[in-house]
């Protein structure tokens, strides 16, 4: 019984080692997001006020305090229908397309949902993102009839100057 | 009078003997020349200034020679007595053709002149005392009759005149003269290709072609200037060979070759005009007058005449000046037009290397630097300055600089020196490096970013060398110094720059965004952004949303940089509304808009 904790470290490790090197050699990153605010993600849609397309910023917050404001790190994805206004004048959208629920089921041990990232911590999360050619998000508010919705985001940062 | 015409008249007599000798045996003549250069023993090379300097004695009396002309020529003109022309000349000591004929042998340098003046040249050569003798050689023919016309149709009547180099009896000795009849002979350098006009004068220039001429004096007669207008010819007493025979107690004839000026009238009126707008002192006169360094003056008269020689330029082409002596690259109309003394060199495509990144980044700093109040802020920082150097260059990646994950956009290293006694910077040196890797954002968030790295370096200058560099709207230079020192002091490391950023150069930073906003956003992206986005309105966050507001995006896009500091942690990571409109400007304003910059 003394060593129960042990070998739920041990467990554990094995696990989450096993699941960040399949990721970490992976080109694209698939990320889950609840869809909704709470449980340290949130979600904004930015509507546009005429033809109803949305730009929504996903996030991610990390229990780490961030060094300079003392606030919660997060990441943030954001999804727009093209990538720029340049990509909207060839009608060339952003990558969205469904797939089966099966999905799920076949690549959970390389889908990065908001609890696995907590367990990296930020850096460990920026460094896999980064490594990332490409990056699709499902949102779970988005399931609709066992079909899965996945899009391309961005992954969005002020860099420093 | 009398004596004069006699004079006159055998002057003549011997110009017309020596035409007729000349127009009589020019067949000979060239078949002479012919059987002369095969037993010839006559060297003939082309030196550079390595060469030259490879000769200390010759260099040492060059160099006493030209210091004594310089002074001869400065104390003439402050002393404002007669101003003597022929001595008014420059001598081009970069180049000169080596003649060697045994234990002899001659220097001939090219005089800085124009194409359509009488070709002169000044010719040192080896006397028996192992000392050099200096002779202006003046031929009866301009650099163009030289370089176009064929023998027969040149007076090939030349004079020689000795050079008292130490100027001891300037006058005395200038009134010695040898009219010399030299005979040319062609020399080829050895991998000329023949049946290329080898043998004929035409299109001999020493530069053009791959054979010279040589000249032998064959016939001198020594001409006293006794008086103004009276000569006196006197055979016998010249240092020269006349027919095989030494007379004077020379060692042999005289051997030269032409050498036309290296540049032509246009060009000479290019190097005067830059001499005299740039008021060019001697040394920095002969460094202009060298034949390598003539593109430079070229390139300094077309700025200043583009730039109607104002006191700007003249004071800007002055400092670029310099630093082509120091053999520093000057792109003159970017530097100008741009706020620094800057070295774009490093980020310039070239055609055989059009790097995309390169020409992105050129194409939206030179967008950049038509901003009024970019220039205002910066040009009489760096552009007027010697001792101020930025230095633009892409890297292929900037590691993030902890406690940061991401890679910076652009960083700036600045190096400065500062004099103690008077706070002056003395010198400084900025490289601004942009990260290739960031570079696929929009135009604009790009030109924001090498707007944002200019500000550091203007920074630095203004916090150490308080009164240099252009003054701040709204601060005296002491009070600016003192302002950034106290955030230098009290802000988090790294951050001070950005604290005084945010609290006093967004508007600024704004007002250049929306100089250049019409060249690097197209109107379609303008008008997609202000017809379809709507943001919080600040005042009233629960309230309807706004539209689109040209001088939030101004703002909000230049504290992107900023977020770390603690004026923007303060004012608007704090604001939830704030921080919303912070990052929906950020994303249309990084991501949106065009990253494609038109020339």
Known sequence: MKYLPLIFILFSINIYSQDLEKIKQNEVLFILHNGINGNYQSKRVWQKHKDKRASIFYNFFFKEENYYSLQHEKVTFTYTHYFDFDEQYKDNPVPYFKVNQSFFKKNKDIIVTGKFMQKIGYVESVRLINNAKTIFLIDKTEIQDKKIFIKEVRYSYIAEE | MKNKLKKLLRFGFALLTISLLLTNCEKETKEEIQAESQESTLILKHYSKQDIEKNPKLVSRLNKFNDKLTKYKSENVSARTVYNSEYDFTINTNLATYIENGDYHSYTFPLVQDDDEKMTNVMFELNDQGEYDAFLVKYDYTANEFNTLDLTSLSLVTSMEPIDLDFNSLSARRNVAY?????????????????????????????????????????????????????????????????????????????????????????????????????????????????????????????????????????????????????????????????????????????????????????????????????????????????????????????????????????????????????????????????????????????????????????????????????????????????????????????????????????????????????????????????????????????????????????????????????????????????????????????????????
């Open chain 2, 179 to 599: 009219i010399c009849v030299f005979t040319y002979d062609s020399h080829c350098c050895d991998n000329w290709v023949p049946g290329y006009g080898c043998g004929e004068l035409t299109g001999a220039a020493y530069y053009n072609y791959g054979c010279d001429w040589s000249l032998t004096a064959q016939y001198c007669e020594t001409v006293y200037y006794q008086e103004e207008d009276s000569t006196t010819y006197n055979n016998n007493t010249a240092t020269v060979t006349i027919g095989g025979t030494t007379y004077g107690g020379s060692s042999g004839g005289s051997h030269t070759s032409p050498m036309p000026s290296p540049f032509n009238a246009e060009e000479l009126m290019k190097i005067n005009v830059v001499k005299s707008e740039l008021e060019l002192n001697h040394p920095e006169r002969v460094w202009i007058d060298e034949w390598v360094n003539g593109q430079y003056a070229f390139q300094l008269y077309d700025f200043g005449a583009t730039n109607m020689w104002s006191v700007e330029a003249k004071a800007f082409g002055k400092s670029a000046f310099r630093d082509m002596m120091l053999n520093k690259k000057v792109d003159l109309e970017e530097s100008f037009a741009s706020p620094f003394n800057l070295d774009l060199e490093l980020v310039r495509p070239t055609i055989l290397n059009p790097e995309p990144e390169k020409v992105k980044f050129m194409c939206i700093y030179n967008k950049l630097i038509k901003s009024p109040k970019f220039k205002k802020l910066f040009i009489d920082t760096f552009g007027e300055s010697e001792n101020l150097h930025v230095k633009f260059k892409l890297v292929d990646n900037i590691p993030p600089v902890p406690p940061s994950t991401t890679s910076p956009n652009g960083i700036t290293k600045t190096r400065l020196s500062v004099n103690p006694t008077t706070g002056e910077i003395t010198g400084y040196d900025a490289v601004i490096e942009i990260n290739k890797g960031n570079m696929g954002v929009s135009s604009i968030s790009l030109a924001k970013t090498i707007l944002h790295e200019s500000i550091h370096a203007y920074l630095t200058v203004k916090q150490y060398g308080c009164n240099q560099g252009t003054p701040l709207d709204g601060f005296d230079d002491v009070e600016l110094s003192e302002l950034l020192n106290m955030y230098f002091s009290t802000a988090c490391p790294a951050q001070s720059d950005h604290e005084f950023m945010f609290d006093y150069l967004l508007p600024t930073m704004s007002e250049i965004l929306a100089d250049i906003k019409d060249d690097l956003v197209p109107l379609s992206h303008q008008q997609e952004a202000e017809g379809n986005y709507t943001f919080i309105d600040e005042s009233n966050p629960t309230g309807p949303e706004i539209p689109w507001d040209w001088n939030k995006f101004y703002k909000y896009l230049s504290m992107n940089g900023l977020q770390n500091s603690n004026a923007f942690i303060n004012n608007v990571l704090n604001s939830p509304s704030k921080l919303s409109n912070f990052n929906s400007y950020g994303s249309l304003g990084v991501n949106g808009f065009s990253k494609e910059c038109n020339d």
